[in-house]
């Protein structure tokens, strides 16, 4: 880990945005949409391309089968594949289905509202104001973006050529 990272994740308790779950989910998600077709894929095979641990991908890929976003296939030729379109998938969905509310404080939530023990007057209070700001922002992207654009995208960053570089 980079030194300077390291202070930093010792000097403040850092929360990040989006769990390793979410992100493992999303990585699944693409992976099956760009091999949508090729019938269900052993996950086996998708917890060692992507490098996540199979038994955490296990329970991350049974979620959003009970969820109707994939199906699975047991036997020796079985394994998950897409039940959905993934242009039919939003990304905002997934993540709160895995993370829960994307607010990141309860006050702005519209799936988990809790008012702040510490504010006397949430109409007037900033800190919930921008935090509003924030969560409309964040929903906006995560809701219009769908898991065939995530695919999308990571062809076209596949596409662009690593830089070499000579001292």
């Keep these: 880990m980079q030194p300077i990272l390291e202070l930093l994740l010792r000097r ?3 929360t990040p945005m989006l769990s390793k779950r979410a992100k493992y989910g999303l990585r699944a998600l693409v992976h099956l949409a760009q091999h949508q077709g090729e019938g269900p894929i052993q996950i086996g095979t ?14 991350i890929l049974l979620d959003l089968r009970n969820e109707g976003i994939l199906q699975s296939r ?15 998938i939003p990304l905002g969905r997934i993540i709160r ?26 109409r007037t209070c900033v800190i919930r104001c921008i ?3 924030v969560r409309d922002a964040t929903a906006k992207i995560l809701d219009e973006t769908t898991v ?11 596409k662009i050529p690593e830089l070499e570089y000579q001292i």
């Excluded at 509310?101 to 509202?113: F, G």
């Excluded at 065939?148 to 596949?158: I, T």
Aim: charged share 30%; aromatic share 10%.
């Design 148 to 158: 065939d654009q995530l695919v999308a995208k990571s062809e076209q960053l596949n």
């Design 97 to 122: 289905f895995i993370d829960g509310p994307l607010a990141a404080v309860r006050c702005v939530s519209q799936t988990a509202y809790a008012r702040c023990d510490d504010c006397p007057d949430e």
């Design 46 to 59: 998708i917890a060692e391309t992507l490098n996540i641990p199979r038994k955490f991908l296990e329970a």
């Design 131 to 133: 935090m509003k700001e």
């Design 74 to 88: 047991k036997g020796r030729e079985g394994g998950y594949f897409m039940e959905r379109s993934p242009d039919t």
């Design 12 to 14: 403040y308790s850092f």
